[in-house]
């Protein structure tokens, strides 16, 4: 089943929601196409969605790992049937099965093609699947914001000679890929890149489920300069490298001793 550790409490489960009420949040197949990488397969591409409700519409926008739009939101709404529901997106409409675990597309009800790039073929609290234009398919997990303060020392010390710092407050982000920068064009400061991962090691590891801050450089972007991790269940992740400290909030974290933490195995 789905990462759910705190999507349960924060979102709801898919039995108290409808699917419209479900879907709004930040996915991001960041953990699948990350093993499948490390594990030498070919990984599905690196797809991140923003939905968002807007009165009685829903708005899907595909963004980078910063959440700057990539693409032209796709416009549409949910609906509940009596027997299914349905997801329109862009003029298509698929149908979903409910079950307990939340929607699953509808075999029966999808027979004509629509001309995406993607389409949601399930729903669950903790995330969602796609299916490419191609026919392959990947795994989205749902996002938990994060909130971080970050230091970093300025190139150029004080008049005094002593180290001077760029202070920052209020980077947002979030636990699944997601990447803020900091400092760079005036501020004196070289420029950082500060990511997120909540990272549930696939079988046989052993390796316990960790929360994961990294630094990147950007002309480095896949590679860290640095990381430090904490427990699943942490609700804070600092890192002190002497030359650039940074903490990380993980909103709603408080809640996690009292949620149920499940992988996604579909």
Known sequence: MFLTTLALAAAGS???LTLGEQLPGIYTNE??????KDAGRTPPPWISLKIE??????????TDAFGK???APLKGYAA????RDSLTMGGCTRYFDRSDAGWVYSKLQNKKACLQDFQITSVEAGGLKL????????KLKRARPVECWA????????ADGSPDWLFVQKLSLHDQGGRVMIGGEDSGAEPLILRMRA???PKPSTNRPSMVLYVHKPDNPDRAVSYSWADINASRVGLNLRWMQASCTIKGAERASDVTSQNFRG
Do not use: C, H, M, N
Request: net charge neutral; hydrophobic share 30%.
């Open 53 to 62: 409700k807007q009165d009685d519409k829903l708005i899907v926008t595909r």
């Open 80 to 83: 509940t049937g009596v027997k």
């Open 131 to 138: 299916r490419f234009s191609d026919g392959t398919e990947t």
């Open 31 to 36: 953990e699948q196409a990350y093993f499948e």
């Open 69 to 71: 739009a990539v693409a």
């Open 14 to 16: 898919p039995q108290d």
């Open 199 to 201: 990272v549930y090691w």
């Open 151 to 158: 230091a970093a020392k300025k190139t150029e010390p004080k």
